[in-house]
């Protein structure tokens, strides 16, 4: 009896220990803390850091520089890149019945090089629209008009119709395209190709206006051509880094909950809501654990990820260099959607992260209306977990001013919701050390095989969603993600 009482008194205190480091830590990441000192000199001193960019190498320095001062252990992880694509400037000029200097912008991977070409009313570039036009479309620029987005599911709208328009502009032999713009009022943003990495087609966004006036002159019956010169510093493939700090467990220290955001970002803007403040959250909860002297279980890991603009290369590399360690990762989330407040997370086809989310979510119920989804997401650094297996989460946000800022000249320290950004921090603070604390004979988290993860693709029809981001191939030619 006596040894049952020790035994429950112990079992009490370590409870009682385990609540008071939640509880602290939530008061410290609401507490002040330099969260937004560190986005600033993040986004105003280093500025936009496209990975393979000096200003992207300043930023490693950055990132380790911040967990050492944190006391936190840190190091960075060299991988290949596959090639380099920094642009430098585009000019384009439009003449015929009318003429004037549009404002436009190359996607990634354009070919630099001088283009001159008729521009042929494509509508909103779905195949049907791009074979009415028949011989019109061979050699010539299909200019096709894009919906509004102001939103996140306006952006996913995005992404498919372009790769609808770039699928259709292959088939029927077009020279390249050039997108009206998606943003009003003169904003341009830089967006990838469904080949990515692998594009050879010029392709361009210009301004909505000035491509809504390409199209009415067009609509007229009067034809437009356009000249565009493109120049970008390119190269084959290079290193790059990813800052990767820890704090060890203190029981199961080969058991690893990952956390990351990715540090890159396109340098229009400076890369504030997309992803800057939320690298600013990783190296704030890293250094809050730290000084509350915070011994989590298993170890927690901090991830800056490089090359995610590209096709999340960094997260890809990391997923690559710890093989079968990856089955001892419990955990992995990732913070990409800006800094509108936390409306939940998405549980990538693994359902039962979600009784565990409500736990581990409980001590911060009062700053946030949590609803999780149980939706696979293709388009970041949670990507490569998905693809091996390993249980992972992406947080889901309101959208705030992400959407209309995505990848765009206006996407700067000003946009971000500083106060949400504080409060996200703690629920992914809390978040972290639960499932670094979770109970495994509660919650057995077990990696997936190569069946069951193919079987999340199935289930949500995902072959269109990953080949929009060029994932799809890699992943069914087992280059990509578990091969068993
Ligand atoms: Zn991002």
């Given at each position: 009896m006596r040894i049952f009482t020790s035994i429950l008194f112990s079992f009490f205190i370590l409870s009682s220990i385990a609540q008071n480091d939640t509880e602290r830590l939530m008061a410290a990441m609401l507490g002040e803390t330099p969260i937004e000192e560190d986005l600033q000199e993040l986004c105003d001193e280093i500025g936009g850091r496209v990975t393979g960019s000096e200003a992207n190498e300043k930023s490693v320095e950055w990132g380790c520089r911040k967990f050492k001062e944190a006391k936190v252990k840190v190091r960075k992880q060299a991988f290949e890149m596959p090639v380099l694509w920094l642009p430098e400037s585009t000019k384009a000029k439009v003449s015929g019945a009318a003429e004037f200097v549009p404002s436009i912008v190359a996607k990634y991977q354009t070919p630099p090089g001088n283009y001159k070409a008729k521009l042929v009313d494509a509508g909103t570039g779905t195949e049907e629209e791009v074979k009415k036009l028949g011989a019109s479309v061979k050699d010539n620029f299909l200019l096709v008009e894009m919906d509004l987005c102001l939103d996140i599911p306006g952006l996913f709208a995005e992404y498919e119709a372009a790769t609808k328009a770039e699928m259709a502009a292959e088939k029927y032999g077009a020279r390249g395209i050039v997108f009206m713009a998606?943003?009003?009022?003169?904003l341009l943003y830089r967006f990838i190709t469904?080949?990515?990495?692998?594009n050879t087609m010029p392709q361009f966004v210009m301004v909505r206006e000035d491509a809504k006036r390409c199209l009415r002159t067009i609509r007229e019956g009067k034809p437009l051509d356009i000249e565009i010169s493109i120049s970008a510093k390119t190269g084959d493939s290079f290193k790059s880094e990813n800052v990767i700090a820890e704090i060890k467990g203190s029981e199961k220290p080969d058991e690893v909950v990952i956390i990351g955001a990715h540090l890159d970002s396109w340098a229009m803007g400076t890369g504030a809501n997309d992803n800057g403040c939320n690298v600013a959250m990783m190296i704030d909860i890293a250094r809050q654990m730290k000084k509350l002297g915070i011994k989590p279980k298993r170890t927690i890991r901090f991830a800056l990820w490089n090359g995610e603009e590209q096709g999340y290369f960094g997260s890809w590399a990391y997923n690559k260099e710890q093989g079968d360690k990856l089955d001892k990762h419990i955990m992995a989330l990732s913070i990409d959607i800006g800094s509108g407040a936390l409306s939940g997370f998405f549980t990538n086809g693994r359902e039962e992260l979600i009784p565990i989310l409500e736990e581990v979510l409980q001590p911060v119920e009062g700053l946030g209306d949590f609803t999780h989804l149980n939706v696979p997401i293709v388009g970041t650094d949670n990507f490569d977990f998905m693809l091996e297996g390993v249980p992972n989460l992406v947080g889901n946000h309101l959208s705030a001013s992400y959407g209309i800022n995505y990848h765009a000249s206006s996407d700067t320290f000003d946009k971000v919701d500083l106060k949400s950004l504080k409060r996200n921090s703690a629920i992914v603070a809390v978040l972290t050390l639960g499932f670094a604390n979770l109970d495994e004979n509660k919650y057995p988290l077990q990696r997936q095989s190569r069946e069951e993860i193919q079987a999340i693709f199935d289930k949500n029809k995902l072959e269109f969603t990953m080949r929009m981001f060029n994932v799809w191939e890699p992943w069914i030619s087992r280059a990509r993600g578990r091969v068993e």
């Open positions: 998606s943003r009003p009022r003169g469904h080949k990515a990495t692998d």
